[in-house]
């Protein structure tokens, strides 16, 4: 719920010598470590670090300003299909810490890099899984089945952590689960406090209204985000066959 801003990349020397590093090391598929064990540690600070970069390129939700796009799930992708769940797992991981390091908390107990921690995690093993299960004779129609049910996983996942903790914890500026808000909430609410102007369609109906404004908030936005970042991904695809580690 808090509002992102664009990161001050004067803060952080660092982050930009990796990236720069990351474009020569890349570059012909890494050959000059000969080690898969070594390049599988290289690739994770690697992506970890595009993952941060990523995560600099923000691109406002119409619906609820306090909500931004971002590509750096692109790199969870990307991890999974070289190297594997395991050293996905850690990029997620190493994207979270380098966030709160060189980004600071976001929110009481950095509750923004937690919940992109959990969004990380959820598309890793999702997509880790399905590439599993589904065996379609065409390449294409696997990655767009699985990007599908991985993203729509994703959101409600995500919804669902908004709804219990998440919102609430931001409400009350300190951990809270939902039912410990001492007011209600509703859609209004949120329109009151931002300006914005969502409606609540009649299908979420049997939803409290707490709920519906969660759902309606966080579900879609979620979903766009995901969908936006396996478009992108699709892309880079190809390229990944001279990297692969797995």
């Known amino acids: ?34 080690s898969t064990k070594t390049r ?22 119409p619906f609820a300003p306090w909500l931004n796009f971002d590509l750096s799930e692109i790199v969870v992708l990307s991890a999974v299909s070289t190297m594997g769940v395991v050293p996905a797992v850690f990029v997620c991981i190493c994207k979270f810490l380098a966030s709160v390091l060189f980004k600071g908390p976001v929110g009481p107990i950095a509750i923004g890099q937690i919940t992109s921690l959990i969004a990380s995690l959820s598309i890793c093993m999702m997509y880790y899984l399905l590439k599993k299960v589904l065996h379609f004779k065409k390449s294409w129609v696997n990655y767009a089945v699985n990007m599908f049910l991985t993203m729509l996983t994703f959101a409600f996942i995500m ?5 219990l903790f998440v919102t609430p914890t931001y409400l009350m500026n300190k951990p809270t689960w939902y039912t410990q808000l001492p007011f209600n909430v509703d859609i ?4 009151s406090q931002y300006g914005s102007n969502i409606a609540i369609p009649s299908i979420l109906n049997f939803l409290s209204p707490y709920a519906q404004a969660i759902f309606i908030i966080y579900f879609p936005f979620n979903f766009l985000k995901g969908i936006i970042c396996a478009v992108v991904y699709s892309f880079v695809r190809p390229i990944e066959k001279n990297y692969t580690l797995e």
Do not use: W
């Open 1 to 34: 719920m808090e509002e992102r801003h664009f990161f001050d990349i004067q803060k952080c020397p660092f982050i930009v010598k990796i990236s720069i590093f990351t474009i020569f090391f890349i570059y012909k598929g890494g050959i000059f470590v000969k």
């Open 188 to 191: 209004m609410a949120f329109n």
């Open 40 to 61: 599988k540690m290289v690739m994770i600070a690697i992506l970890s670090a595009l993952g941060m970069i990523l995560n600099l390129i923000e691109i406002p939700y």
């Open 159 to 163: 919804y669902i952590i908004n709804y």
